[in-house]
């Protein structure tokens, strides 16, 4: 699924052939979100940091300061984790996520 260095990393220094990888596969990694907020309680109780956008785009309104505990909107305190680390767990409307498709390839 994620490509292998390209010709137009070989003029690079190792250094930063390796940097301009590494930021490519990041952003593979990302668009594989499709930011449902199924993963931030978006068909339960959500987070109270949880914005849908009116195209129906969930956004984080606290995204640089996530990982840490909050509440939900009814109240509840958890603590938001990277994705990553939940990916071997589950959650309502988890069979949609791109992450746990991308994970399971
Ligand atoms: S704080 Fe965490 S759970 Fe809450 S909206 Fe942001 S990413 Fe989602
Ligand atoms: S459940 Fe998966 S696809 Fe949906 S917002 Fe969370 S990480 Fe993105």
Redesign the pocket.
């Given at each position: 699924m994620f490509s292998a260095p390209g010709p137009e990393d070989a003029a690079l220094s190792d250094e930063q052939g390796y940097a301009r990888w590494l930021s490519a596969r990041q952003g593979d990694w990302e668009s594989l979100c499709r930011h449902c907020?199924a993963?931030?309680?978006a068909l339960e109780d959500?987070?109270?940091?949880?914005?849908m956008t009116p195209e129906g785009r969930?956004c984080?309104?606290?995204?640089p300061a996530?990982?840490g505990p909050?509440r939900t909107v009814a109240g509840k305190l958890?603590t938001?984790v990277h994705v990553r680390q939940k990916l071997g767990t589950s959650w309502p409307g988890d069979e949609h996520c791109g992450y746990k498709k991308g994970a399971a390839l």
């Amino acid at each position: 699924m994620f490509s292998a260095p390209g010709p137009e990393d070989a003029a690079l220094s190792d250094e930063q052939g390796y940097a301009r990888w590494l930021s490519a596969r990041q952003g593979d990694w990302e668009s594989l979100c499709r930011h449902c907020g199924a993963c931030c309680g978006a068909l339960e109780d959500p987070c109270q940091h949880l914005f849908m956008t009116p195209e129906g785009r969930s956004c984080c309104l606290v995204y640089p300061a996530r990982i840490g505990p909050h509440r939900t909107v009814a109240g509840k305190l958890f603590t938001c984790v990277h994705v990553r680390q939940k990916l071997g767990t589950s959650w309502p409307g988890d069979e949609h996520c791109g992450y746990k498709k991308g994970a399971a390839l």
